[in-house]
């Protein structure tokens, strides 16, 4: 089975450094991904992750922890625009199949 | 931007009728996706192709079929629409599998009353 585990809702103020965090238990893994949504639009991709280890993307980075079933989406220097919904995703053995999590409002304040 | 085009955009029908969304793609990728988002759900897998007439179930497949005659389109159909299935709709796209990260069309709003 899957389950994947995000934080409903957060909040953190403009210029701030938010963590958010993504714990899963998958009968497979291919990789784990992070998507963002604005309310009302399609997910965008962000990062993806198979090894081990911090990805760094500009203000993004993504960190993965296969052997603890851990991810967590590193956001810097929140912007007013960085209000969105983040979605935890992994991908099966086989690559074929996504399963995500809940995903994560957060709200960026002035 | 992908190339995804899903239509229509919105839609209100009523319980019982039949619905087809379609799901076009200009990229030339073979694997296409459909998947519907609820509150509290998050994004569930209804079916996936990997190719022409190549289609296979998702996790919430049950009431919805699919057909891909064309590499460009996807079609979701609900042969019977119950009220259990009034939710955003998207569709998405990936070339390969594995690390491909899979690009989503804008959504197809659908109201069962």
């Known amino acids: 089975g899957q389950n994947i585990d995000q934080p409903t809702e957060m909040t953190a103020t403009e210029g701030a450094i938010v963590q958010i965090n993504c714990t899963y238990q998958t009968s497979g893994f291919n990789g784990l991904f992070w998507y963002q949504q604005h309310a009302g639009e399609a997910p965008t991709f962000l990062s993806y992750n198979v090894l081990d280890g911090l990805e760094e993307k500009g203000r993004f980075s993504s960190f993965l922890s296969r052997s603890k079933g851990y991810s967590y989406l590193l956001l810097k220097e929140l912007q007013m625009k960085d209000s969105a919904s983040y979605l935890c995703a992994v991908i099966n053995n086989a690559g074929n199949m996504l399963t995500f999590g809940g995903g994560t409002r957060l709200m960026v304040k002035p | 931007d992908a190339g995804i085009t899903q239509s229509p955009r919105h839609k209100v029908t009523e319980t019982g009728t039949p619905v087809t969304l379609r799901c076009h793609q200009t990229?030339?990728?073979?694997?296409m996706y459909w998947y519907r988002q609820d509150p509290g759900h998050g994004l569930r897998l209804i079916h996936y192709s990997y190719g022409v007439k190549d289609t296979d179930k998702g996790e919430v497949s049950d009431g919805y079929s699919v057909s891909r005659s064309k590499t460009e389109d996807f079609l979701l159909t609900l042969e019977s629409a119950t009220s259990s299935q009034t939710s955003v709709y998207f569709c998405?796209?990936?070339?390969?599998?594995?690390?491909?990260?899979?690009?989503f069309g804008d959504g197809t709003r659908l109201s069962i009353l």
């Open positions: 998405a796209i990936s070339d390969t599998v594995g690390g491909q990260p899979q690009h």
């Open positions: 990229e030339n990728h073979r694997y």
